[in-house]
């Protein structure tokens, strides 16, 4: 008994190809971006997807669309899976962040609870996108023994994560930055108990549930 996550990241943007902060700035595909979201879709048919759920934002959407076409599927936004909003760093380059504060990047990737100016943490995205996963494992029967696609950002997908995991703040940093339409990949089983009777039916209880890393950044398009 088990059920299975595929976190994907969208596909690239021009803001991605440039190293501009995009956060939650609503940016679009670009054309790099769409075919590698087709070349997702292809190789998505063979995992057993039966739902698909997309943050709201366009790139994220977009990406969620191509793959569902190919699988004949509907999508379900969630504005949970946003990505990180980065404040005050939004539409700048990593150049120009750095010409801000010399270091502060690299002091933003290794500290999940430091946020940037008027903006989130990880820990803060973490708590905000794990309500998703843990809904949908108490509503979602039809999970058991399949595969539940959320198409995100690569910062949210780095949080859920660790935070699936059920990782320490300085855990967090331990992942290293997903690619474009790369994946992280999990699988969920019923927590073991020792001397307990088999488990009949999927817990419906974060509390119930053990979550296993199956795969991280794997790709479609490299």
């Given at each position: 008994m088990r059920r299975r996550l595929i976190l994907l990241r969208h596909g690239q943007t021009d803001y991605n190809a440039t190293r501009r902060m995009q956060g939650q700035l609503d940016t679009e595909l670009s054309s790099v971006g769409v075919e590698q979201a087709r070349a997702a879709a292809q190789l998505m048919k063979g995992l057993g997807v039966s739902k698909i759920i997309s943050s709201d934002l366009a790139r994220a959407r977009h990406t969620a669309e191509i793959i569902a076409a190919s699988l004949g599927l509907d999508i379900t936004e969630d504005a949970r899976l946003r990505e990180t909003h980065l404040g005050e760093w939004q539409g700048k380059t990593h150049a120009e962040v750095d010409a801000m504060s010399g270091g502060v990047r690299a002091h933003w990737r290794n500290n999940a609870?430091?946020?940037?100016?008027?903006?989130?943490?990880?820990?803060?995205?973490?708590?905000?996108?794990?309500?998703?996963?843990?809904?949908l494992m108490a509503s979602y029967a039809e999970w058991d023994d399949s595969a539940v696609l959320m198409v995100a950002?690569?910062?949210?997908?780095?949080?859920?994560?660790?935070?699936?995991?059920g990782f320490t703040a300085a855990q967090y940093p331990l992942f290293t930055g997903l690619k474009n339409t790369n994946t992280s990949r999990l699988t969920a089983q019923p927590v073991y108990r020792e001397g307990a009777a088999r488990v009949q039916s999927f817990p419906t209880s974060p509390e119930g549930v053990q979550w296993y890393l199956d795969a991280w950044n794997q790709g479609f398009s490299e």
């Open positions: 609870g430091w946020a940037p100016p008027a903006g989130e943490s990880r820990l803060e995205v973490a708590r905000r996108a794990r309500p998703v996963v843990d809904e950002h690569g910062g949210t997908i780095s949080a859920l994560t660790s935070n699936l995991l």
